[in-house]
């Protein structure tokens, strides 16, 4: 069975830094363009980042830009979320997930998802 597992989140505070990690069971993921999503209490999951399979263009959230990156490591078959600067209002459940076609920033465009991850950032 294909699993993504997600690790690295944790409680900080305002202006911390948190580096996520999502790495794979079961089959190696090289191959696939990975995205970053984050679920608030109460609020439906968003798009944070991805990172594309072959040339590791990046895309943000303009919420995000400037403070989070996201790479990959193909050797480690690993992806990471580098969060700088964290804000309350980062506050989630975050998702790495696998991209199989569509639109970067739509969630149906992913399978293979992780359990996630949790992200407080407190005030």
């Known amino acids: 069975q294909v699993q993504l597992v997600e690790s690295g989140g944790g409680l900080v505070q305002a202006g911390d830094s948190l580096r996520l990690s999502c790495a794979p069971s079961g089959r190696t993921f090289s191959s696939y363009t990975m995205g970053w999503f984050r679920q608030a209490p109460g609020k439906g999951r968003e798009f944070v980042a991805t990172?594309?399979?072959?040339?590791?263009?990046?895309y943000y959230a303009g919420s995000v830009k400037g403070r989070f990156t996201i790479s990959r490591d193909k050797a480690k078959n690993t992806v990471y979320l580098q969060m700088n600067s964290l804000k309350p209002e980062d506050t989630a459940l975050y998702y790495c997930?696998?991209?199989?076609?569509?639109?970067?920033?739509?969630?149906?465009?992913?399978?293979?998802w992780g359990q996630g991850t949790q992200v407080t950032v407190s005030s």
């Open positions: 997930a696998a991209h199989n076609g569509g639109s970067y920033y739509a969630i149906s465009s992913y399978t293979y």
């Open positions: 990172i594309t399979r072959s040339t590791s263009t990046t």
